[in-house]
Structure formats: C-alpha cells, structure tokens
C-alpha cells in the first residue's frame, strides 16, 4: 500500500515468497494478520492479572493472551493463542512462519519498544474495522461488504471490486500499520508474548453493533442503536447484563478493591465511583 492506495496484492505466496518480496520491494513496515508465537500463559498467574487495569475475572480468558483479553473485554470478539503448542491451529503457526521470513527479509517483531519503522506488527484486521468505524460487524451476511465499506470510509482506494475477503484485510492490515507509522494508532499487550497494532489512539470500553451497509448510505457504515443502551458488567469481564453486574461480580470486585484501597489511591477513587466507601469504613 502507497499511502492510502492499493498499489499490488499477491496470494499464496507462502513463507520464503514473501521474504523475497519483502527483500525486493522494502516497505515501510509489515502488518501480519496472526500471533508471532504461542501463548505464553500469563493470565493463569494472579500476579500478572492483577497488573492489568481492569483484571480478567477469576478462571475466565486463562489461555488468552493480555491483548486478546483487552479485545474481548471490550466486546471484540477475538481468537485465543495458547501456550500448549498442540492446541494450535494451522493459520497460527503459518503467522509463525510469516514472522520469521519478515524477520530474514530484515522485519523484526515490533513488541511496543522502540522505533516501528521497518518492523513486522501483528495485527487483527477485525478490531482495526471495529476501531475505525466505530461499532461491531453487522454479521456474516454483510461481513465483507462491510469491511469494504469502512475501509472506503478510511479512504482506501485501489481494491479490486472483486477482491476476496483475504485481499480486503490484508489491505486493512497494511492501513492499520501505515496508520501506526504515522502516529495516528496504538497498541494492546504485553511485550513478552505480543502486542496487537490498532489504527486508532485508542479503543472505547465498548460498543454497539454497526447497521447493516445497505441501510447506512453510501457506504453503510454507521452505528446501529438500540432503543436502550447495552450495558457491560463493571467488574471488567465484557459480559453484557441488564443491571450492573453479572451475578457473584460485585462480591469478588468489591472484595480486590477494599484490599488495593489501603495500599493506593485510585482504587479508593474507584471504590467513591462505585458508591462503596461505606465498606472501607466497616471493614477498618
């Protein structure tokens, strides 16, 4: 992709084509639509949940990857990569093929340090249309008429009007990686198992579902609202619920956050949010 532009699309290339076509036409950077390596299991250490922002609830998102849960828990669906290598699928370890000819062709892993430029980036072309538009696929139905779509709203030009589904996100991950380079994007993970590319700065805590492209205009993109705003538990797991929060949620996010209060001030502001402070004072 030159700028915006489609300029060439190839297919089936396999590992060592790419190399050489890394080798001969020496882009800026290199979006990949997979993991660069397996899982490295951290959210099954508490520890390492307990790091995150808003930490995964107990035994759940165990074999996700940190950035693979920061999608999910915003309602993006997305793939899990496991550590026990048996478990993964062949699209994965052909990703895991990808990286290493970017890495012969002189495109190392980029895992959120340093400069971007020159750098093979692991990408996810679904949260990058969900970034960019703004709201969730329509379904199946409309799958790739939307990716189109906001892709033209992005203003991609120069995809065939035939392109498969495969030549469509490879053009969005090439946009997502240009998007990046020009410091219009963003990342989620953790640098020692991988981080995933955004085309955006950042990403809403949720959102709803797009309207299908034949009822938004000329390209279809536009975000479909319901009569009555979707509500996320607040504990953080993604889970949609009527109230505040799934059943058992509140006990075990009340619970954490009395313990962090005495040792930091923003879960005391978090817990004056959630109208708790009351407890703080029981408990002391």
């Known amino acids: 992709m030159d700028g915006s532009r489609v300029r060439d699309t190839w297919a089936r290339v396999g590992a060592e084509g790419l190399k050489e076509l890394l080798v001969e036409h020496h882009p800026a950077a290199v979006g990949i639509d997979a993991p660069p390596r397996p899982g490295r299991g951290l959210l099954r250490d508490e520890t390492e949940r307990a790091r995150l922002a808003v930490p995964p609830a107990?035994?759940?998102?165990?074999?996700?990857?940190?950035?693979?849960?920061?999608?999910?828990?915003?309602?993006?669906?997305?793939?899990?990569?496991?550590?026990?290598?048996?478990r993964l699928f062949s699209w994965m370890t052909a990703g895991f093929e990808a990286f290493t000819a970017a890495a012969g062709a002189g495109y190392e892993l980029f895992l959120g340090e340093g400069s971007a430029r020159g750098r093979a980036f692991e990408v996810f072309p679904y949260a990058s249309y969900v970034g960019l538009s703004g709201c969730l696929s329509p379904g199946r139905r409309w799958r790739l008429a939307w990716r189109r779509a906001v892709l033209a709203d992005a203003g991609v030009e120069g995809l065939a009007g035939d392109a498969p589904i495969d030549t469509v996100d490879a053009a969005c991950a090439a946009l997502t990686a240009g998007r990046y380079l020009d410091g219009g994007g963003s990342w989620l993970g953790d640098s020692r198992e991988g981080v995933i590319v955004l085309p955006v700065p950042e990403l809403r805590v949720g959102y709803h579902r797009c309207a299908p492209?034949?009822?938004?205009?000329?390209?279809?993109?536009?975000?479909?609202?319901?009569?009555?705003?979707?509500?996320?538990?607040?504990?953080?797991?993604?889970?949609?619920?009527?109230?505040?929060?799934?059943?058992?949620?509140?006990?075990?996010?009340?619970?954490?956050?009395?313990?962090?209060a005495r040792a930091g001030a923003a879960a005391h502001r978090e817990l004056e949010r959630l109208g708790w402070l009351r407890f703080v004072k029981e408990d002391g």
Do not use: M, N, W
Request: aromatic residues 4%; glycine residues 10%; charged residues 35%.
């Open 58 to 86: 107990a035994d759940r998102h165990l074999d996700r990857r940190v950035a693979e849960y920061e999608l999910s828990r915003r309602g993006i669906g997305s793939h899990q990569t496991p550590r026990d290598e048996s």
């Open 213 to 260: 492209p034949e009822a938004g205009g000329a390209t279809g993109v536009r975000e479909a609202r319901p009569a009555t705003e979707p509500r996320f538990c607040e504990c953080g797991c993604g889970a949609p619920v009527r109230k505040r929060f799934v059943p058992g949620h509140a006990a075990r996010l009340r619970a954490r956050l009395l313990t962090e």
